[in-house]
């Protein structure tokens, strides 16, 4: 059973377009998250959203909106792709948004890799 | 700026020796401190993590030690295997509104070689 699932894997479009990346969890978690990893593999978080709440935005261009439509799934829309878009992106989740001083497992999904051409 | 500062870039340690990656940190309010491993073309996974109020974690052939007053902790990797090649992140979490959010160090990609 795979805890958090990404689709699609690969995604190679044209500047211009507007694509999606769905995410799904099984763990029952409260928390999802958006990471971007680059050509030289720095991971910074984007977007983090707890029971469908947006908590956290980072300074990620509007093209980038995600939604929660339910506490599973935190999907990640993207209009007006452009080169520097290429990379790759994760989704992750965790039990709860974190309680001060206590431990949290972040548990990622396989990546998107997206190719902005 | 980066937060969290990890050195070395890249490392490659012989079967059987001991790996040893390292990071630093400013922000004080920094209060869980994980370490994730990527294998190529996979998500991070959890490692081992540590709390500031511990000055050493041990899980198996992994050990974090902490040194809060150098704002520094490291990874130690005893009897390196060859699949223990991989990518290492250290990180530090810290509140935010709302939540909590965790900065990811640049990464050392470790190989050990047989």
């Known amino acids: 059973d795979t805890a958090v699932s990404q689709t699609p894997k690969y995604l190679v479009t044209q500047m211009g377009n507007d694509k999606s990346i769905k995410c799904e969890q099984n763990?029952?978690?409260?928390?999802m998250y958006w990471y971007k990893q680059d050509s030289k593999k720095f991971l910074k978080i984007m977007f983090s959203y707890n029971n469908k709440e947006l908590i956290i935005n980072e300074t990620v261009p509007n093209r980038f909106s995600p939604k929660s439509p339910d506490k599973a799934h935190l999907n990640l829309h993207i209009n007006s792709l452009e080169l520097g878009d290429s990379a790759v992106y994760f989704c992750?989740?965790?039990?709860?948004?974190?309680?001060?001083?206590?431990?949290?497992?972040?548990?990622f999904g396989p990546g998107t890799r997206l190719l902005v051409l | 700026q980066q937060q969290v500062k990890q050195s070395p870039q890249s490392l490659i340690v012989q079967k059987g020796g001991i790996s040893i990656i390292n990071c630093a940190y400013e922000n004080t309010a920094f209060d869980y401190f994980p370490w994730y491993q990527q294998f190529p073309g996979k998500g991070p996974a959890l490692l081992i993590a540590?709390?500031?109020?511990?000055s050493e974690k041990k899980e198996g052939r992994f050990t974090i030690s902490f040194n809060k007053s150098a704002k520094q902790f490291s990874l130690h990797i005893m009897d390196s295997q060859p699949g223990d090649s991989a990518t290492y992140f250290c990180?530090?979490?810290?509140?935010?509104?709302?939540?909590?959010?965790?900065?990811f160090g640049a990464g050392t990609r470790l190989f050990v070689k047989a």
């Open positions: 763990l029952g978690h409260d928390t």
């Open positions: 992750a989740s965790s039990q709860k948004a974190g309680l001060a001083g206590g431990e949290e497992t972040q548990y």
């Open positions: 540590i709390r500031p109020d511990v």
């Open positions: 990180a530090a979490r810290e509140g935010y509104t709302g939540g909590f959010k965790t900065i």
